[in-house]
């Protein structure tokens, strides 16, 4: 009986531990313990990131391989430091720094020493690797450009921060990810997911085979391919257009809200903020204080929009009922306020609203605005209506596109001019200056843009987007497919269209004219100010245009915001007229026209308030 029962407890026991081991090996098993275990070793696949085209197909990013050389601290011997070094590329002191940061990080998880190696430099590193422990290659892709454009759009990756490793636990030390512009809003989709392998080290910490089988370990998820709105043929020659100039220009498809071009100028080669020079090249493009490559001039330049604002004063009067399109006003080559004189250039005598469009009339439009907020008991009833239809065409806010940052323009209100001169004791002659575009009112080239396919679509637009495809299949996302409407009535719309037609017809556009394209268009020439040793002081005006064609059937709405460019139709009429051509047509029959925009540039303009010497302004240099 003794014996029957010692042997059932034996083999209870026995079966108890077998089953206790099954169950640890099998079933029983978590990320987290691996991870805290010194005997098993991840190794991480990255994958590749999506692809990025152009909204016709064209490959605009792909990628080339790279190597980071990780270290786990714990696991480094005694070596050659100097040596390793030179092998690195790196100076002993950078080593020192790296490995110490690695081991505030994790002494047991592998950290990178040396990011982005070349193939070249892998090549003579790899056979020597074995001599250094502790250390290994990881290969990882980079990004690779087949245009030298759009940096500002396509963005760039870097390096996790604490930051980033703190908010998402997706990230490790060392790993990459999208910093600013399409890379930066479509992280998610681009990245991928990494994939995991887990490694069995032995008592001498020798790699003895993968762990469990391998059936903890992962693939890598391929980061997805997308489609762009950007038309690259546009965006490569819109930025050889802005050489030599500062500003921002802003492309529109008016019947979807598809961004076709965004330049900012001055720009970079986006391929100067990847591998192991991004650092450096980052650094000497932050401190270019005065051309400011890194400022997207597209979308966070706030300045007065200039004369293509009177369009607005214009259809808001139209739907206010205070003037129709036969409404007459007198220029006396300026306009009074008061009794101080206001200019005008548009050579005088009785203007109506096509008149005082085409040729850009301030009188008559300081005379329609005067009318508008007449209607009115207070300025703070009249101001409230005209800001809300500034608004309903998308000026002082965000717009809600997939635009990354920017800035929201302002449109200015009652409780600002409250402020400023008390509650109803202000009218129409303090703030004229906003009926020429000039005053209070700040818009960005995106919002002009926006504004002016408003305009196109005669009432309604589109939010401007940049994503159109993900893996091949369009974007229905309703958000950008259901239009916006503004709150002028339709039928307001044709009058202010002719006489942007006309602005290319016979007025102070004609110089710029296309040939077989009906372009509708507005000059503007913004006055421009700067402080020098803390003084104010008046610099070259800013060239200010917009434009939508064909007329009839717009294709595209754009809009060209040049520092210092002088009136609207030098720079900005040129170049917005060369990009409609360019876009419409697929090549350039004003020769003319782009042969001053290649060669002219305005580095004399952006130089003189550095120059420590007096400067004259708005001086003819053509």
Excluded at 474 to 497: A, G, L, N, R, Y
């Amino acid at each position: 009986m003794k014996r029957v029962l010692l042997s059932s407890i034996i083999i209870i026991i026995g079966i108890t531990f077998i089953s206790r081991l099954s169950y640890l090996q099998i079933f029983s098993f978590s990320p987290n313990e691996v991870l805290e275990d010194p005997a098993i070793k991840r190794v991480y696949d990255y994958p590749e990131r999506g692809y990025i085209y152009d909204r016709n197909g064209k490959l605009l990013v792909a990628n080339q391989p790279a190597y980071d050389v990780m270290v786990i601290p714990r696991e480094v011997r005694a070596l050659d430091t100097l040596e390793f070094c030179g092998l690195l590329g790196i100076e002993k002191e950078k080593f020192i720094k790296s490995l110490n940061k690695a081991r505030i990080y994790s002494p047991r998880l592998p950290s990178v020493l040396v990011p982005q190696l070349s193939k070249e430099d892998y090549a003579k590193l790899q056979e020597k690797m074995r001599h250094y422990q502790g250390f290994y290659i990881q290969k990882r892709s980079l990004r690779d450009y087949d245009t030298f454009s759009a940096a500002n759009v396509l963005g760039y990756i870097s390096e996790v921060n604490e930051r980033d490793l703190a908010k998402n636990p997706f990230y490790i030390q060392g790993e990459l990810t999208g910093r600013s512009g399409v890379e930066k809003q479509y992280e998610d989709i681009l990245r991928g997911r990494k994939g995991v392998q887990y490694i069995q080290k032995d008592r001498f910490n020798r790699d003895i085979g993968p762990y469990k089988d391998q059936i903890m370990d992962t693939l890598p998820e391929q980061g997805k391919e997308i489609s762009i709105t950007i038309d690259k043929d546009l965006q490569e020659y819109g930025e050889r257009l802005m050489h030599g100039k500062h500003g921002g220009i802003v492309a529109i498809e008016p019947s979807s809200g598809e961004i076709l071009s965004m330049i900012s100028g001055p720009t970079y080669d986006p391929a100067l903020l990847v591998g192991r020079e991004r650092s450096k090249n980052y650094s000497a493009l932050h401190y270019d204080t005065i051309a400011k490559p890194l400022f997207d001039r597209s979308i966070s330049f706030e300045k007065e929009p200039g004369s293509p604002f009177k369009t607005l004063n214009a259809l808001v009067a139209l739907q206010e009922g205070v003037i129709t399109p036969e409404t007459s006003i007198r220029c006396y080559n300026g306009f009074y306020i008061g009794r101080k004189k206001r200019g005008c250039h548009c050579g005088g005598g009785l203007r109506d609203l096509n008149s005082g469009i085409y040729n850009s009339c301030n009188a008559y439009f300081a005379g329609v605005f005067q009318k508008m907020f007449s209607k009115y008991p207070t300025s703070d009833e009249s101001m409230d209506v005209w800001e809300k239809h500034m608004r309903s065409f998308g000026l002082g806010g965000y717009l809600g596109s997939d635009i990354y940052t920017g800035r929201p323009g302002r449109v200015p209100n009652k409780e600002l001019y409250d402020k400023w001169y008390g509650d109803n004791r202000w009218s129409w002659s303090y703030i004229y200056s906003n009926a020429i575009g000039q005053g209070e009112i700040a818009v960005t080239p995106l919002q002009l843009a926006n504004m002016t396919a408003a305009i196109a679509n005669r009432g309604h637009y589109y939010i401007p987007h940049i994503l159109k495809k993900i893996e091949g299949e369009d974007i229905k996302d309703s958000k950008f497919t259901e239009p916006q409407h503004t709150t002028i009535d339709k039928k307001h719309f044709d009058p202010v269209v002719q006489g942007m037609a006309d602005v290319y017809n016979k007025g102070t556009a004609r110089w710029v004219k296309i040939p077989d394209i009906a372009i509708a268009g507005k000059t503007g020439t913004v006055e421009n100010f700067t402080k020098i040793d803390g003084v104010k002081t008046q610099l070259t005006d800013n060239s200010v245009f917009v434009a939508f064609a064909p007329v009839d059937n717009p294709k595209i709405a754009i809009a060209v915001y040049i520092e210092n460019g002088y009136y609207g139709s030098r720079y900005a009429g040129h170049i917005a007229s060369l990009m409609i051509e360019k876009y419409i047509k697929g090549f350039i029959t004003r020769k003319d026209l782009e042969k001053k925009m290649l060669e002219k540039t305005l580095e004399h303009e952006y130089a003189k308030p550095y120059s420590g010497k007096e400067f004259k302004i708005n001086e003819y240099v053509w």
